[in-house]
């Protein structure tokens, strides 16, 4: 599973992910609540742990059946603890930080808040204790998460569907575009920002929502609208009202 330098071999990683997530001095609660889900999901009724101190080709090393629930005290890096079919493995190289990897069953229990939520919650907690782990840092930026979480409209990638959606936001309200093209473009782009998994979240998330609301209330086609729903000049006050408060 290792190669010569104490990384997953790549032969063994294809077809599968890999996950930073913070640990102590030794594995921890957390960490072993991760492997136990992720053993669970595989069918795996025990794990096996390889101390890796005297090296990765594991020649002077100590592997051992340990229950699922104990063990836990004698398990601190460098170690790698795994599956017996070597479906899902976890690789503790040094303190602060251990690498959960396997098949796509493994990692949906083993990494239930999902993979790009535990990268970005990794590469967080390698930020806040840069001035004590600075190794951390890269660590995350070797595992970046697909899609940032987005807060500001400032924080978000240029070309993205969420930058579509505030460049039409922006177009609308000065009259650069029509009541009908904003509502049929922002929807596509956000129906697109969803499909692949953008994450928008904090204001920036009360700022779409609030214009989706504002939306709900406008019908793109005249013949098809109700009382009560918003005029296209109504919309544009909404929207540019929205804006001003945000």
Known sequence: ML???????PVWLRGK????????????????????AGCRAVGAPHALWTD???????????VAALPLDSGRGQMRPPGLVYTPDLQGAVLLPEE??????G??????????????EARTRFARYAHNLAHRHPDLTAVADAYPSAHRAWSRPTDVEPGSAAAR?????????????????FARGWWEARRESQAIGERIRGPLADLFNRVFMSLE???????????GDLSDAELQAVVREIMKGD
């Open 3 to 9: 190669g010569e330098d104490g990384a997953f071999n």
């Open 17 to 36: 992910n890999i996950v930073p997530v913070p640990v102590g001095r030794q594995l921890d609660a957390a960490l072993a609540r991760r492997i136990v």
């Open 52 to 62: 890796l101190s005297n090296g990765a080709d594991g020649a002077d090393s100590v």
């Open 96 to 101: 602060g930080y251990a690498l959960v990897g």
């Open 103 to 116: 098949t796509a069953h493994f990692m949906a229990a083993a990494v239930g808040e999902g993979i790009d």
């Open 165 to 181: 959606q505030l460049t039409m936001l922006h177009e609308f309200i000065i009259g650069a575009c029509s009541a009908q093209e």
């Open 217 to 227: 209330d406008y019908a793109i086609e005249p013949d098809l609208r109700e009382p």
